[in-house]
């Protein structure tokens, strides 16, 4: 253990972000301003997840953190060491086995329990932001249900491009009230945004925590005669050979030879475990 | 008075009693009073200074009044005064029944949206949600106001000031309202487009049946669009009538002045 | 159908000096449907004026001006719209020109206010035209561009397109020629055989005598000088 107090927070200001997190649940797809706290990393690097998963944690939980899918990047190692030396909590890679899961720019791809809590990282909470810049007008916009302005923008995408051009932090209709920034995961993700566990979005830098409580109804914004499509690219993992899940492009060599392989690591580890092989792949035991 | 054509019937479509706006002891419009009917284009004439804009904001619910009420008969519930509306309802009613015109058109326009985009914002915001018949009603009523439809694409940044105004007019207009408020929609723009641009206007009105409150300096907006005509000074109404007569026979001695000014080309 | 009871009308100059001009006072006077009344009077008498006072495009000073049921000198500006628009017709002396509108679509204008389908309504146009020979290449055109007389016959044209209950005619046959003339008088005699009340201001003695069953010279109604 260390000196500083479980989860780094003071108690205080874990109980002020629960307060915000209620709020949330309570209301979903709502912006609720709380006051952020300096975090001992930088804005941008997911301060609002890591509050949000700070106020979250008990002693008993089981912490997961990706990064964009992955357990091994930078972020999510030194986030999880964050918490596993300020909270002590035992920490996994296994989706399945994590109680609390943090998450930056992806859901995974194993479908979440009613035990499971996800924690977003958010940039840019407000998702009419760049339609209207002045924090006064979407606030108005919010409150009083005027969205107009959101469908003018998939028109425009519509009109210029052909197609709504959105490919991720797609703008979703949550309990069929609040327009939402679901965070930058790619549109193909936004089906599981429907889930069974508690779905908590926390941006440090704006200082919002919104939320969607589980088996909330949240639909992709769209036009009746150019509906929502979760599209994916035509491959298959070229590791486990999984149809379904999102992928990463990997260039292998200057001759630009590549391989696409599962965005979520965990799950196209477990698919491996299970004998799954794609193109250019091995089955687990075999890994070096 | 009304009882002599038999319409006692009919329910004026906005009705002012008494709309006061003070700028602290400085008069902005006091006591003004006058029905609306159906159909019907009032025109606000006076020079600057007269109170005709702050009277028009008061009315529009841009600017709240100190004291009087702005009735509305409204579709659902049938005569109600605008001002103690909430904010949700008031500005429902300013994208279905009522309109805007303002004087510049950057300020009624989404500069950096297209034309198509900008007069489909009203209807995506009424709940229009079919993108084909979104931009067919767009290219529909960018040929009413004589903008070519190759331009639904092109951003009001590129179009003319004369353009600008009459986009302006087709996204107030493509809901239908019952009334348009309008500020000066001439000002500012050369002589040959304002008459293009009162001509389109009077045939929008009587086409749609239109009611409208114009407010101009411009006497020759009043004469070629209003039916009846308000003439203010120093924040009061000081003649009101039937837009002929107080023109050709004006009663009040500012009202002369004004008339007698006009130059005749 | 028309009908005026002790009317009077003056005029207040206010910038200048608050001037008084009295024009005229004690007018009474009634044309009924198929009647058609001339007003005479020397020039300045105030022809003019009292027609204008019946249309409502000057304010009587007091007394009841009344057209079919409705009193003129006290009506809301809508009431007297619909009545413009319904009962009472007015060809003045000068067409007020609207740019852009093609003179056919002039003409049409008081048919399409009553509901008249276009169509319709723009093939009487058409021939009112003809009848007052403007000649069809000019239909398409707004008559900004027309001569004094051709705008003139646009207006009476304009004049008769609906058959209004009630007419006031300022000086119809002024700068045409006999043929023209004929066919004005023509369109006045049809007027008052569907039983229009129609008053009328003619220069011209022949044709006021041809029209008017009776005369009513307005110098009878000019204030009395103070003694």
């Not at chain 2, 002599?4 to 700028?23: F, H, I, R, S, W």
């Not at chain 2, 909430?86 to 300013?94: A, D, F, K, N």
């Not at chain 3, 021939?127 to 207006?155: D, K």
Request: proline share 5%; glycine share 8%.
């Amino acid at each position: 253990m260390s000196d500083y107090n479980f989860a780094y927070l003071d108690e205080q200001t874990k109980r002020m972000i629960r307060r915000a997190i209620l709020k949330g649940l309570a209301v979903p797809g709502y912006q609720v301003p709380f006051a952020s706290r300096e975090m001992p990393m930088p804005y941008g690097w997911g301060t609002g997840g890591v509050q949000v998963s700070a106020a979250t944690l008990t002693p008993d939980d089981t912490l997961k953190v990706i990064d964009q899918g992955a357990d091994d990047t930078t972020n999510a190692v030194s986030i999880r060491k964050f918490f596993e030396r300020t909270a002590g909590v035992a920490t996994t890679e296994e989706t399945t086995k994590a109680s609390v899961i943090q998450t930056r720019h992806r859901i995974p791809e194993a479908e979440l329990t009613e035990d499971q809590i996800l924690v977003y990282q958010v940039p840019i909470p407000e998702p009419l932001r760049f339609l209207e810049p002045r924090e006064t007008e979407t606030r108005k916009m919010h409150s009083l249900e005027e969205y107009g302005l959101m469908h003018v923008k998939l028109y425009e995408d519509i009109s210029q491009h052909g197609d709504i051009a959105t490919s991720y932090a797609y703008p979703v209709k949550v309990e069929d009230r609040y327009v939402m920034d679901p965070s930058p995961i790619p549109k193909f993700d936004n089906p599981k945004l429907e889930m069974a566990a508690i779905q908590l979005f926390g941006a440090g830098r704006e200082q919002r925590i919104y939320a969607v409580p589980p088996y909330t109804r949240v639909v992709s914004l769209d036009f009746e005669d150019y509906p929502f499509e979760a599209t994916k690219a035509d491959h298959p993992c070229d590791l486990c050979n999984s149809e379904d899940s999102y992928l990463d492009e990997v260039i292998l060599d200057d001759a630009g030879s590549r391989m696409f392989v599962c965005s979520d690591t965990d799950y196209c580890r477990a698919r491996r475990a299970e004998g799954h092989v794609g193109r250019l792949g091995e089955t687990e035991g075999e890994a070096a | 008075m009304s009882s002599q054509t038999g319409d006692q019937e009919m329910t004026p479509l906005l009705q002012v009693n008494a709309l006061t706006k003070m700028y602290g002891p400085r008069i902005g419009c006091k006591d003004v009073s006058f029905d609306l009917y159906p159909g019907e284009v009032m025109g606000i004439v006076g020079e600057s200074g007269s109170g005709k804009s702050t009277l028009l904001n008061a009315m529009a619910g841009h600017h709240p009044p100190d004291r009087g009420e702005v009735v509305f008969d409204t579709r659902a519930d049938g005569p109600v005064d605008t001002l103690k509306m909430s904010e949700p309802e008031r500005r429902m009613l300013g994208r279905t029944d009522w309109a805007f015109v303002h004087q510049h058109a950057r300020d009624g326009l989404r500069m950096s949206v297209s034309a198509g985009g900008n007069i489909g914002e009203r209807l995506m915001a009424v709940g229009g949600r079919h993108y084909g018949e979104i931009r067919t009603q767009a290219a529909d009523w960018l040929g009413r106001v004589e903008i070519s439809d190759s331009r639904i694409d092109d951003r009001p940044s590129a179009f003319s000031g004369g353009m600008q105004q009459r986009l302006q007019i087709a996204r107030n207009l493509v809901t239908g309202p019952r009334l348009v408020f309008m500020d000066e929609p001439t000002g500012g723009l050369d002589v040959s487009v304002q008459a293009r641009l009162l001509d389109l206007l009077r045939s929008l009105v009587r086409e749609m049946g239109l009611s409208a409150i114009i407010v101009t300096h411009d006497l020759a907006v009043v004469r070629l669009l209003a039916d009846r005509l308000m003439v203010m000074k120093d924040g009061h109404v000081v003649e009101s009538g039937l837009t002929d007569q107080v023109l050709d026979d004006p009663q009040h001695a500012y009202t002369q002045l004004l008339v007698s000014s006009v130059l005749q080309v | 159908m028309i009908e005026l009871e002790n009317v009077s009308k003056s005029f207040t100059l206010h910038n200048q000096g608050s001037a008084v001009i009295p024009v005229m006072e004690r007018v009474n006077l009634a044309v009924a449907a198929g009647e058609c009344v001339g007003l005479v009077g020397a020039s300045g008498a105030g022809k003019s004026t009292l027609m204008r006072v019946i249309y409502g495009n000057y304010l009587a000073a007091s007394g009841r001006v009344m057209v079919g049921d409705l009193d003129v000198a006290q009506a809301e500006p809508r009431q007297i719209i619909a009545l413009r628009r319904d009962t009472l017709g007015y060809v003045s002396q000068f067409l007020r020109v609207v740019p852009r509108v093609a003179a056919l679509d002039v003409v049409a204008e008081p048919l399409l206010a009553v509901g008249t389908p276009i169509e319709a309504a723009r093939d009487k146009a058409a021939s009112l035209l003809a009848e007052l020979n403007i000649p069809e290449r000019l239909w398409s055109l707004s008559p900004t561009t027309f001569s004094g007389g051709e705008q003139q016959r646009v207006n009476i044209a304009r004049g008769f397109a609906y058959d209004y209950p009630a007419l006031l005619l300022d000086e119809p046959t002024a700068s045409l020629d006999a043929k023209n003339r004929a066919t004005v008088l023509r369109l006045i005699e049809g007027a008052k055989a569907r039983g229009a009340a129609i008053i009328g201001i003619f220069h011209d003695e022949a044709a006021r005598d041809q029209v008017c069953d009776s005369f009513i010279d307005v110098s009878a109604f000019s204030p009395q000088v103070a003694a």
